[in-house]
């Protein structure tokens, strides 16, 4: 294909540091891989050490002077990243087609959701408000300000590769923060075309950095060290974000962490079905099962499993699977075999447990890291597959009965991100958001995520959230300042 070897030849490979693109130091490289094919894409800079310093230190140096920079000035910056972006929404969207896999109406999709990060909080670095009080004593005033954090490191993952990253961009920016951000190993060209869309925005350097590396830990530590580090904010696994945490407890760092999610979808016995079944493709489909909002666990009160198991069933079976930049693919690849390895580990425990396929169960032969689109029933409580997050096109359904077994079995989890209900009676339906031990809940409703909404999870699901009004919090101090 023509435009996709124009595209990844006009593409920014080298770190973006003070507002350029640099070389590594070590003039190493890495590859990043389609995994659609397994074949290389391109070779793009290998931060080191060395490299983290060098970001750090221009984040430092950029800190003051961004943090004074009129906000109205800050908003114009991100509004203008917001509108390049727009522009250049076909390069995004094949880009990440290309690195991740997903098919490119949903790219398409990330990129105005993505976006939208940057235009949002353009509009909330206006809006940051102190307090001026009286102390109820009598003695003297209470003037409460926000203060920007300081440099904050980023660290986002692969499953989306724009979104993820300007959730995080875009408030830091918008309170005054420098930020250095570590893209995925497998996805970081969005990011570093990104960089482009700053630097053309206008962006002073210094400000954003952008570090790729295949190897992290010997990149972030020493910034986790360094003195001049204030805050951490990380998208990824539970496993990984207990290291950073206890890493950002050795100086006290600040720290947002959005981890894994093992979201149920519960369907209930006075559910519309059709709509459940429509709800549940997107929870269980959009990104191929790549999400930590995905639903994890089908729930379905036993009245209604049959019927909603079949007509899910049906729908999955009828889904086109293959290369994402295709017309018509619904589905695309896993981003890599160690995740088609999990996936296929989790099936293979469920069914040696007794769990039946009733659609999909295998890997699809050839090139890339494809997996049917599965379903799986009678499920029995002791599967990996009802615990563990799947990261897959899985659809694991159990039965309950009645409400009060439905909720329990919804929190059987030490996560706690999003969760998913079906019901016609809008009292269950408050009751039951109510109850529910998580972030976020969906209604009759299977996407979620909306950039004026917080995002984020309760238990080992994390700390802090992204967007909506809350997000800009997470980069923002309290100062108090007692007066006469
Ligand atoms: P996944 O399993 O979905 O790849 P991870 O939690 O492993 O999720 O990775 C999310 C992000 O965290 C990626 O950018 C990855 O490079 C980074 N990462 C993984 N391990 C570490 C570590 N020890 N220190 C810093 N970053 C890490």
Redesign the pocket.
Known sequence: MREVAELLAALPTELWIGGEQAPALAESTFPVHNPATGEVLIEVADAAAADGARALDAAAVAQSGWAATPSRVRAEILRRAWELVIARRDDFAMLMTLEMGKPLAESQGEVDYGAEFLRWFAEEAVRVHGRYTHSPSGNGRILVTKQPVGPVLA?????FPLAMGTRKIAPALAAGCTMVV????ETPLTMLLLGQVFADAGLPPGVLAILPTAD??PL??PLFADDRLRKVT????T???K??LAQSATRVLRASMELGGNAPFVVFADADIDAAVDGAMAAKMRNTGEACTAANRFHVDNAVRAEFTAKLTERMRALKVGPGHLDGVQVGPLISEKQRGTVTELVRDATEKGALVATGGARIAGEGYFFEPTVLTEVPAEARILREEVFGPVAAITGFDGEAEGIIAADNTEFGLAAYIYTTDLDRALRVAEALECGMVGVNRGVISDVAAPFGGVKESGLGREAGTEGIEEYLETKYIALP
Do not use: E, Y
């Open positions: 660290i986002t993952p692969w499953n570590k893209p995925a190993a992290a830990a972030t530590d990380f998208t990824g696994s496993g990984v974000g290291i950073l």
